[in-house]
Each structure stands twice: as C-alpha cells, then as structure tokens.
C-alpha cells in the first residue's frame, strides 16, 4: 500500500489513465481484505456465529453492488469475479454439509451463496453484451449450467441475456445459425418462470421473429405479452417498435394518400404506453419523438391529434414533455388546427413548470405582435391593389386572417394562464427581464459591429463573385445590398423620422400592457389584470423615448454622422443600384472600424456597477421568489434537481463574444457556484437563433448516449451546450466561459488584417494555391498555434493534457458535421477555454440551402495547417481517428433511437423554414397570400419526404463513419486528406481563414 501510495504521488495532479492501475491496485486490496473477512467469519466459534454471519452477509450484498462501468476493462474485472467466485464457492460448501458448530445443513444460507454467484455471473455477461464483446458474453454465461441449484430467476436473466445477444448479433449468422438460434429458443422451458418474466421471453423471441422476416408471429406473439403483462414499458415499447416501424416502411413504399391510419393509431397508442411505463426523461425520449413523427401522417380529421390530445396527458408524465418543448412550439406557430390539440398540454407544463414555458411563450408573443404590424402593412397594400384580388383570394385571406386571430388568442390564453397560476413568479421574472434588457450595447458597439459584419460580408462578396474568375474581377459592390450597411443608413439619415416610430410602436401591445378594449384578450378577468399595468407600461415607454431622443442630441452622433455622410454620399430611395468600390470601400469601412474601435476601447467601461434604473435585479434573492437559472430546465436531468437563482452578482461587464457586443452578469445560484451569462442583442436573429438552437438540442441528447458506450464513455467524448434561452425575439441569454476565447482572438486583429489585405492584394498576379503557401510561410505561419500553447502552458503535464482534450472536442464538432451536415464554422465562432480546454459553439446550423436540402462543401470539416502542426499527424490518424469512429458507432446503436430523435427536431428546422418563407412571401407582394395553395396533406408530404431524404443521407454517412470493416475503402481514410488537402484549402473563403 506504501509503494501504491509514493508512486500516486509521483504522478502529475491531473488524472489520468496512467492512475488506473493504482486505482485497480486498491480496489485489489480492499477485496483481499474483505476476502479474509469471509474466511475467517466461516471458521468463528458458536458464540460469535451469529455476527460473523451477518458481517460475511454485508460483505456479499457489497459485492453484489460493485460492479464494473461501462467503461471499465473486463480483463482486470475477469480477475475479480475469479476472485468472488472462489469465496462464494467456500460460503456454499460451508453450509451445505454440517461441520464444526453447525450440527445441520443450511440450505437457505447455502442459497445466499449459490444466488451471488450466479448473479456474478450474469452481470459480467452483461457488461461483456454492452461492450459488444458477444463472444466473451456467451461463454460466462454457459458457466451457470456447471452449477447446481440455480435459482430460477438467474436462470431466466441468463437466457434473457442470451437471446439478447443472439438479437444483437443476427446480421453476423448465416440462415442455418439462425434457425438453430430459433429452435433453442422454442425449447426453452418457460413453466417453471413467473408470468412477467414469460412475457419479456415471448417478446425478445418476437424481436427474433422480427428480424427473420416473420412479421405475422411476431406481432402474434407482441400482443400475446401485452396480454401476460400490460404494465411493463419494455414489452409496449418493443411492439410500439415494430408498429411503428411497420407502418412506416410501408408508407414509404406505397402513396403517401394511401397511408393507413388505423395502423399509426395503434402505433401511436402503443408508444404513449410505452411511455407511461417508463420511468425517466432519457429512456421516453425516443418514444416521444417517435409520437412527434407520427403525427406527420395525420389526416384532414385529425384522427392522430384527437388520439394525441385524449391519451398524452393521462399516459405520459409531464416532466418528460419538457425537452420537447421547442418542437410544441413549432407546431402552434405553424398556425394550422394542429396547434389547438396542444394547448392543453402546455397547460399541465405550465402548472408543474412555469418557467420551462415562459420563455419560448414569451419569445413567441412577441414575434407574433411582430408579424402582425407586417401584416397591417400587407393588408394596407392589400386594400389599395384590392381590384386586382380575385374572390377566391379574398376568401382565403379572411381564412387566414382568422387562423391568424386564433393562435394569437391562444398565445394570450396560455400566458395569461401563467399569470393566474404564478402571480408572484410571473411578475418577478417580467420585472427583471426588462430591467435586464437595458443592459442592451451603447449605439457605439451597435454601430461598430453592424460596420464589422458589412466588412466581412463585402470580403465574402469579393470572394464569391470572382470564384472562377482567373482574370477581369469585378470591383464593384452595391452597398446597400448588404443589409447590416442599410442598417448604419438607416441609424445616421433616416433616424429621426423613420427609426424613431418605429422602435416606439414595437414595444405596445406587450403581454403585460394590452388594453382591457383589445379584442385579443381571452377573458374579461385576464383584461382586468393587464389593464392595472397599463402606467407601468406608459413610464417605460417613456424611458425609451428619452433614451433614444438622447442619442440624437448627442454631439459625437452629430458629428459622426456628418463623417458618414461625406464617406457614403448614398441614397436608398434612388430606385437603381450605387455602384462603389470595392477597395475603396473596404478602407473607408476599416477607417470607420478603427475609429470606433478606439473610441469603444478609451470611452466605453469595462465594468460598471447596477445603479438605481436595476433595482429589482440589485435587491433579488431567493426569498423574493424561487426562479430557476435561465435555461435550466433545457439541461437533461435523471432527477428533478435544478439550481435557482440566489442572487444577482452587482456587478456587470461590456464584452465582445459570438461576433457581437454584450454584457456580462453573474448569477450566484443556490448551490453557491457562479453562472456568468452574456445577454445579447441580436435583431432579425429569431429564425437563425432557432436554428442554433436546434443543435444545441441535438447536442445535449447526444451527450447522454456518449456516456453509454464504452469507447466514447472512455475519451470522455462530450459536447458543451451552454444554458441559452430567448428573452425576446431579439434578445437572449447564454451562458459564458470567461477563461474562453475564439480561435480568431488567438491570432489577433491586426494578423488577420494583414492576411485578408494580402489575399485580395495578391490574388491578381498569384494563383490561389500560390497565395496560400505566401500567407502561410510569410505572415500567419503553420506553428502559430502550437508557439501559443506552448506559451500559455509553460509546464509539460499542462501542455499535452491541453492538446490531448483538444483534440477529442475537435473530433467530435468536426466529425457531427460531417455527418449531420452542419455549417461550417468560422474560427470567431469556436470557443476554446483556456482553463480546460473545452470547446464549445452556439453557431452551428443545419446547412440547408434553399431547396432544404444539404448543400456540398469543399473540405468536410476544419482541419487547416496550423490544427495539423499542433494535433500532429501521429494523432490525427490515431487518437483523432479513433474519436471520430467511436462517435459514430455510438451514435449507429439502434436501441437509442437517435435517428428518429433526429427525425423529428429536423422536420422541426423544416417546419420553421417554411414558416419563414410564408412570412416573407405575404410581405414581398401584397397579393402573394400568407398560406399556402397546397392542401394539408400534401404539405405534410412534402415534409416527410425532405425529412426522409435528409435522414437517409445522415443514416448512411453514420453508418460509413462507424464501419470500420471496409478497410482501405474506410470513409475517413478520404475524409481526413481532403480536409487536410492544401489544394482544397486554397479555395475557400478568406474569412474561414484555412491558413487557421
């Protein structure tokens, strides 16, 4: 122990596997002792007998319980059950003959033995199932025949682990293996097993069936275990399977107006009884997100939503709804008689969590008020070009208007229902969120960073426009094609008489000032609560307009503005495109960076104290009222444990992250720890910010599973999703990494100006791949990263534990989008934490171009030069390598369902682009109508078959990806080269920065 000891302290502080031999030692010599224990326990006097038995008793329930982790090596645990094995032996014999003290047998403490090491037995055959090693599995688990006496229960968790592994590994046996596999089975006496365990046989014996093809005897055979036993969500959830799998392969194959629906209701029936039955948010995911999928097929009845609604609050516990939250949302904002069959699901969240709902609510209110004053601008164009409209239109856009008035009137409802139930709660939280968002940029981050994105735009136009150009570019730009530059515009000449109304009428109507006249309030009650806020509301209209009249009359925006004026002598109400420069253009835009650069850098703080306008949020405590931290409920938890807010720190700081100006609080929760989070402002963003967070939900389901596997549970393969929630449709919330920084802050803002000024000065007289070697010999070269570690992390053990979790987050975020088909991310958008190393990014996005279909990229995933010089290249095909094939195989696992979770949260990403689309086509065209001409059904085919279609190609890209088999032929051994390929490299565009 000593020896152990000194060489434990002889390693670094850092845990790693080299301390799991030291680990393995102890445990070795706990069991050793325990093993004396038992021993001499066996050979006590009579007097003594008694304790010595229910200390040797204590000592076997202990080993029952400590069992190895999915992560675990067998082979050491091989040892230990050898170990187990001998003294469960000795324990048995001893009471099975009379020696000594005890005059008679005794078979009941004999059986004590008997039973542990049985239960040994099987639970290494388990653990040996789950780590795919089937061979290893079969064999422990025949050692129970060379026992005598089994209880039946081992005997029935022994076949159930048998045929299991027979289900697991049917694609490796040949027709003959299978029925004599099949033939075993049948012989298997079952009279002997209780009702229950008779009925988990029958249904792993239907699964059998199943794969054989043998549809009929298997669904014979699921029934008839429902009937044995109808409580055990095992059994619904494996017939539910194969109805809905069932029903599914057929639809594929034939017309989608040929569906049967009887046959999704029965699906549908059979999983919210599975999800009844199961205990725990993880394991009714996947049924849950098969009900979300089911209900594409519904019909012009809505048979499935009336189905839905009858059976998923009395089948399906409340707390497991909560995930899913986004994907209910959805669906009442696609604004069809779908969002009404929800409404009193929301509800029963609502009563048990109101915070998980209030926010995507509130955030919905909001765009819809939005939506509604472009509506009023459309039914205004409308009227004027009303000749032109034909009867039927007339008729269709009163339809609409009255769908629309509908799920406004249900919004209203569902929040005005928070407000009656949670009065204390819900004022709190409406009174901190608007002190909260006056914490929004000064106009001077504002308007730095809309002339930082117009910067970038323009380098991605000079870029794209001249892509296959090798001669004669085209230098020209229109400037207010770029919507951030209209923006600046709009902010120096068209401030005073068009920003101004505007920004004034987007705050009326708010959920806590509508009038009690409105004729969008549900009841007379709830018109009475919010009339008595209708001061409030006045005094905040009137802090806004004194803050905006403020920034008029401020001197630099005066003289500002005159500046801008003589450097973009433009007009917007030309009606014909100004052309300009690009050159030219790219430095008045510089000069205007630098100069409110500096002026953010000496004139804005960097910390600043809550005054008086934040007293709500200065006086908070927990005793005020019990808030949970801002996207907790987003978080998947196996308990009902979630952290509130204690108290808001005073203090707050003035960043720039995620591309954007910010502040930064810190919130002290319960637990005592410290949760900075930014709040952002981000206009137009609401669409693209539920894209982002359709990731970061597919993130978060996907760390769960990570955990499950042995060889992604071992690298510690997780990804980091932030706590992020919308305040407003342009305002969110995200938790922070102060230690992080992007890869882009790594390099610096004057190296990657002099790179992009040495890419558009050169790329006339070199070609691109020319231009990429000189910029990466000569300005920002290959070992730039590795001398930046190597400076942060003076110390050895630092160093390569760095570069070590490094390299497994980048293999993770590269290798999920490759296969998921997400966007590609430029380096201000990675974050890395300089204390642990951990990455993390809330830009991801689904590519999908505008046919919603993924679109093809020149390099798969982010490998550039600079990675390669710090990763190394013995890395990149081993330890890289083999991250990237144990997230895909666990991932490919079917029994997790992932690709029906992915199912559903992309017919989610469907769902908003085309609700996007209908949004923009009403305000385009004033005769465009804002529903679509296609009826309901063939909408719901439509995105069926783009969900099918983008599936299939994830599904398959994961099965390459986690098939090792192919040898040569292995998908990464091409994925990896071109990614690191220079000649592809050169031809993306300068702001990915590929020399990075």
């Known amino acids: 122990m000593i020896s152990a000891l000194k060489e434990w302290r002889r390693l670094p502080k850092l845990i790693t596997p080299a301390h799991t031999s030291l680990l393995q030692a102890a445990q070795q010599i706990i069991e050793l002792q325990e093993a004396f224990q038992i021993q001499q326990n066996l050979i006590a006097t009579h007097i003594n007998q008694t304790q010595a038995l229910q200390e040797t008793k204590g000592i076997i329930k202990t080993w029952r319980t400590r069992l190895p982790l999915i992560n675990d090596d067998l082979s050491y645990w091989n040892d230990i059950f050898q170990w187990r094995q001998f003294h469960y032996e000795s324990f048995t014999k001893y009471f099975e003959k009379p020696?000594?003290?005890?005059?008679?047998?005794?078979?009941?403490?004999?059986?004590?033995?008997?039973?542990?090491?049985?239960?040994?037995?099987?639970?290494?055959?388990?653990?040996?199932r789950k780590q795919h090693l089937y061979d290893v599995c079969l064999e422990t688990l025949n050692k129970i025949h060379k026992k005598q006496s089994v209880p039946i229960i081992d005997c029935f968790l022994k076949v159930k682990q048998e045929i299991k592994c027979y289900i697991n590994t049917y694609e490796y046996l040949s027709p003959k293996q299978s029925k004599e596999i099949l033939d075993l089975i049948e012989a298997t006496n079952l009279q002997y097993f209780t009702k229950e365990s008779v009925a988990e046989l029958i249904s792993l014996k239907a699964q059998f069936l199943q794969l054989n093809n043998k549809f009929d005897e298997a669904n014979h055979l699921y029934s008839f275990s429902i009937y044995l036993n109808d409580s055990s969500a095992k059994l619904w959830g494996a017939w539910a399977d194969y109805l809905t799998q069932a029903f599914v392969d057929v639809t594929s194959r034939q017309v989608y107006s040929s569906r049967s629906i009887e046959a999704a209701e029965s699906a549908l029936i059979g999983l919210m009884n599975a999800a009844r039955h199961t205990g725990g948010e993880a394991k009714t995911r996947k049924y849950i997100a098969k009900i979300f999928w089911l209900l594409s097929y519904d019909n012009e009845k809505r048979d499935l939503f009336s189905q839905f609604e009858a059976h998923a609050l009395s089948a399906i516990a409340v707390q497991n709804w909560i995930q899913w939250i986004p994907q209910l949302i959805t669906l009442i904002l696609k604004n069809d008689d779908n969002g009404k069959y929800l409404y009193g699901l929301i509800n029963q969240i609502i009563r048990q969590y109101p915070l998980a709902v209030y926010y995507p609510l509130r955030t919905l209110y909001f765009k819809i008020k939005q939506d509604e004053h472009a509506d009023k601008i459309k039914q205004q164009l409308?009227?004027?070009?009303?000749?032109?409209?034909?009867?039927?239109?007339?008729?269709?856009?009163?339809?609409?208007?009255?769908?629309?008035d509908s799920l406004v009137r249900g919004v209203v409802g569902l929040m005005h229902v928070q407000r009656e139930m949670h009065p204390l709660l819900f004022n709190t939280i409406e009174g901190l969120i608007d002190q909260l968002l006056m914490l929004k940029c000064s106009w001077h981050q504002d308007l730095l960073k809309n002339f930082k994105n117009t910067l970038n735009y323009v380098y991605t136009f000079a870029y794209e426009v001249n892509l296959n150009r090798k001669n004669d570019f085209i230098e020209t730009i229109d400037p207010f094609s770029i919507i951030w530059f209209k923006r600046i515009h709009k902010f120096y000449v068209d401030f005073q008489y068009l920003q101004l109304p505007n920004r004034l009428n987007a705050q009326q109507n708010s959920p806590l000032t509508s009038s009690a006249s409105s004729p969008l309030t549900p009841t007379s009650a709830a018109s009475q609560q919010t009339t008595s806020n209708s001061s409030g509301a006045q005094n905040q209209q009137n802090t806004r307009l004194k803050s905006l009249i403020a920034i008029l009359n401020d001197p630099n925006h005066?003289?500002?503005?005159?500046?801008?004026?003589?450097?973009?002598?433009?007009?917007?109400?030309?009606?014909?495109?100004?052309?300009?420069?690009?050159?030219?253009?790219?430095?008045?835009?510089?000069?205007?960076?630098?100069?409110?650069?500096?002026?953010?850098?000496?004139?804005?703080?960097?910390?600043?104290?809550?005054?008086?306008?934040?007293k709500l949020v200065?006086?908070?405590?927990?005793?005020?009222?019990?808030?949970?931290l801002p996207g907790e409920y987003?978080?998947?938890?196996?308990?009902?444990?979630?952290?509130?807010?204690?108290?808001?720190?005073?203090?707050?700081?003035?960043?720039?992250?995620?591309?954007?100006?910010?502040?930064?609080?810190?919130?002290?929760?319960?637990?005592?720890?410290?949760?900075?989070?930014?709040?952002?402002?981000?206009?137009?963003?609401?669409?693209?910010?539920?894209?982002?967070?359709?990731?970061?939900?597919?993130?978060?389901?996907?760390?769960?599973?990570?955990?499950?596997?042995?060889?992604?549970?071992?690298?510690?393969?997780?990804?980091?999703?932030?706590?992020?929630?919308?305040?407003?449709?342009?305002?969110?919330?995200?938790?922070?990494?102060?230690?992080?920084?992007?890869?882009?802050?790594?390099?610096?803002?004057?190296?990657?100006?002099?790179?992009?000024?040495?890419?558009?000065?050169?790329?006339?007289?070199?070609?691109?791949?020319?231009?990429?070697?000189?910029i990466n010999e000569s300005i920002l070269t290959k070992n730039f990263l590795k001398k930046w570690a190597t400076q942060k992390y003076t110390n050895s053990c630092d160093y390569f534990n760095f570069?070590?979790?490094?390299?497994?987050?980048?293999?993770?975020?590269?290798?999920?989008?490759?296969?998921?088909?997400?966007?590609?991310?430029?380096?201000?958008?990675?974050?890395?934490?300089?204390?642990?190393?951990i990455c993390q990014t809330i830009r991801y996005k689904f590519d999908l171009d505008e046919k919603l279909s993924q679109s093809s990229k020149i390099v798969p995933f982010r490998l550039t030069p600079n990675l390669l010089e710090f990763i190394q290249q013995a890395s990149v095909y081993g330890q890289m390598g083999a991250a990237m094939t144990a997230f895909a195989k666990c991932l490919y696992q079917p029994q997790y369902g992932f690709i029906w979770i992915l199912r559903t949260i992309l017919k989610d990403e469907i769902l908003y682009a085309l609700i996007r689309k209908k949004h923009e086509d009403s305000i385009?065209?004033?005769?465009?109508?804002?529903?679509?001409?296609?009826?309901?059904?063939?909408?719901?085919?439509?995105?069926?078959t783009l969900v099918n279609k983008l599936v299939g190609t994830i599904e398959l890209?994961?099965?390459?990806?986690?098939?090792?088999?192919?040898?040569?032929?292995?998908?990464?051994?091409?994925?990896?080269?071109?990614?690191?390929?220079?000649?592809?490299?050169?031809?993306?565009?300068?702001?990915?920065?590929?020399?990075?």
Request: aromatic letters at 12%; hydrophobic letters at 35%; charged letters at 20%.
């Open 99 to 128: 020696n000594g003290s005890q005059q008679q047998p005794n078979s009941n403490q004999a059986m004590l033995g008997v039973h542990a090491l049985a239960q040994g037995i099987v639970n290494f055959g388990k653990i040996a």
């Open 382 to 404: 409308f009227s004027q070009q009303k000749h032109q409209v034909d009867t039927q239109n007339e008729f269709k856009e009163a339809k609409s208007s009255t769908s629309f």
């Open 558 to 614: 005066q003289s500002t503005r005159q500046k801008f004026q003589q450097d973009f002598p433009f007009s917007q109400n030309t009606g014909s495109q100004q052309q300009i420069n690009i050159k030219v253009f790219i430095d008045k835009l510089k000069s205007w960076i630098k100069m409110l650069q500096v002026y953010n850098d000496l004139m804005i703080p960097k910390t600043s104290l809550l005054d008086e306008r934040f």
């Open 618 to 628: 200065s006086q908070f405590c927990s005793s005020t009222a019990e808030i949970e």
């Open 634 to 774: 987003l978080v998947p938890r196996s308990t009902n444990y979630y952290v509130k807010i204690s108290r808001f720190l005073p203090i707050y700081e003035s960043v720039e992250k995620h591309q954007i100006f910010c502040r930064r609080i810190s919130i002290r929760g319960h637990n005592g720890k410290i949760y900075p989070f930014l709040i952002m402002n981000e206009p137009n963003h609401f669409y693209e910010s539920r894209k982002e967070e359709h990731c970061l939900q597919v993130f978060r389901i996907m760390n769960t599973y990570l955990n499950k596997q042995k060889e992604s549970s071992s690298r510690s393969l997780n990804f980091i999703t932030p706590r992020m929630v919308s305040l407003s449709y342009d305002f969110r919330m995200v938790e922070d990494e102060p230690s992080s920084l992007s890869l882009l802050d790594i390099i610096g803002p004057d190296l990657k100006q002099k790179c992009l000024d040495a890419y558009f000065c050169e790329r006339s007289t070199n070609s691109k791949l020319e231009l990429f070697k000189f």
């Open 803 to 837: 570069r070590k979790l490094f390299t497994q987050q980048l293999s993770i975020y590269n290798i999920s989008e490759f296969i998921l088909g997400l966007s590609s991310l430029k380096p201000s958008q990675f974050y890395l934490s300089q204390s642990s190393a």
């Open 924 to 944: 385009k065209s004033a005769t465009q109508l804002s529903i679509s001409n296609l009826s309901f059904e063939s909408e719901q085919e439509n995105v069926v």
């Open 957 to 996: 890209r994961l099965k390459e990806c986690a098939n090792m088999d192919n040898g040569k032929n292995y998908i990464l051994n091409e994925l990896i080269p071109k990614a690191m390929k220079i000649e592809n490299l050169c031809e993306i565009d300068p702001n990915w920065f590929p020399w990075f």
